[in-house]
């Protein structure tokens, strides 16, 4: 290996280090815990270094963001492969939806409710959020209905995930009714 190759390798790992802690930081304490200044601290590098990898916090989380949709597509994909059935595929695809959001807080914010400078439904959106989409509009498709098109389907259907995520995350929602929603959604919405 040459020493070029070793040192984009090297810095290929700490760009890797860099998001691991701040998305570690973020699930732990809040988006608001993550400064230049403690990621520096935690993965004992110099600010200036942290900064040659990223212009700032806006850049970190779009970091985040991109792994997390990344993330988010294998575990649909998983979900809705291993369903049999259009309705059983759409519930498989809710939970799994829902289920992400909640185990993943800090990600999903930074996915969907912070500001991480990415482009979506637009010619720049990155692969990773484009993929994430496209797992959902691949389990949709089957089940939007005659002269609907998939694709905005697959948006109202999204944004319906999204709101009961966010809403069960901030106790908006009682708890015990959370299954009962799940149905409710996928009855309503999917044409089975």
Known sequence: MSVQERKERARADRERLIVATARELAEQQGWDAVTTRRL???IEYSQPVLYSHFRG??????????EGATEMAVALRAATS???GPRARVTALTRAYLDFAEHNP???DAMF????????AKEDTPEP???????LLECLTEVAGDGVHPGLFTEAFWAA??????LTRAGRLPPEYAE???????DRLAVL
């Open 40 to 42: 520096a601290e935690r």
């Open 57 to 66: 916090k806006r850049e970190i989380i779009g970091a985040v963001a991109l």
């Open 82 to 84: 291993a369903a049999d």
């Open 106 to 108: 800090a990600v999903y």
């Open 113 to 120: 409710q912070l500001d991480g400078g990415l482009a979506f």
């Open 129 to 135: 959020l484009k993929d994430a989409f496209a797992a």
């Open 161 to 166: 995930l999204h709101g009961l995520a966010t």
């Open 180 to 186: 009962r929603r799940t149905e409710l959604l996928v």
